[in-house]
């Protein structure tokens, strides 16, 4: 059983489309990131959230950690071809980090 | 941030060799970390390794398969012992962020190693 999961699992749409990735668990955190991954590549780290209701953005990404600090989005405005890759959450506890089941975004142009 | 390589990029080894990967880290980290990523899957981590002592590992995983070894505080190198098909994976490293005040384990990983076992 994967303790942080990720819906939706595949997400396929056009270039300039919205998206949100949604990264759920009933475990509280004391942090959690969001990750990228490009084939060949190891992940690539976007952000870490905090604050239980924190929001932080990166250009036209859009992260938000819950009041509780249980469950986190993503939300990518007007999506590119280049956002293409597998999205990866992750959880903090104790001194380890735990992964989500990832969500894997193609863009299509 | 840190820069991390791994060696071998990839590999093809027949069932019963072992295979050894190596992950050199341009600055001292205290720990370092090692995960499999099955194909089309998110990542488990394997074991965590800090320098000077026996490495962690998780539930799942033991030393008699994956022996890993930590000679200094830049690199670290993970077996993969009598292999089976079912082995085939990317296997990453990574080492963690630490900040003085609060703990956020930011990390940063390797390129892997993708192992084909035949």
């Known amino acids: 059983t994967q303790l942080l999961e990720q819906s939706p699992q595949f997400l396929s749409i056009q270039e300039g489309e919205n998206l949100t990735v949604y990264c759920n668990s009933s475990?509280?955190?004391?942090?959690l990131q969001w990750y990228r991954q490009e084939p060949g590549e190891g992940p690539v780290l976007l952000v870490t959230?905090?604050?239980?209701?924190e929001v932080k953005k990166l250009k036209r990404l859009t992260f938000q950690f819950g009041d509780a600090r249980k469950d986190s989005s993503l939300h990518i405005t007007a999506a590119q071809t280049g956002d293409t890759g597998l999205y990866l959450c992750a959880g903090a506890l104790r001194r380890a980090l735990t992964f989500g089941s990832g969500t894997r975004l193609q863009v299509q142009p | 941030s840190a820069v991390i390589s791994q060696k071998p990029s990839r590999d093809i080894c027949q069932r019963g060799t072992s295979l050894t990967i190596q992950c050199q880290v341009d600055s001292q980290v205290t720990m370092m970390f090692w995960y499999r990523q099955q194909p089309g899957q998110s990542l488990t981590l394997i074991a965590t390794?800090?320098?000077?002592?026996?490495?962690?590992?998780e539930s799942g995983f033991v030393i008699d398969k994956f022996p890993i070894s930590r000679p200094n505080l830049t690199f670290s190198t993970l077996t993969v012992s009598n292999l089976s098909p079912e082995d085939s994976s990317i296997y990453l490293c990574?080492?963690?962020?630490?900040?003085?005040?609060?703990?956020?384990?930011?990390?940063?990983f390797g390129p892997g190693t993708r192992l084909t076992v035949t």
């Open positions: 475990s509280v955190f004391s942090s």
């Open positions: 959230v905090v604050t239980g209701g």
């Open positions: 390794a800090n320098q000077g002592s026996e490495a962690t590992y």
């Open positions: 990574s080492v963690s962020s630490e900040y003085l005040r609060t703990f956020q384990p930011e990390q940063y």
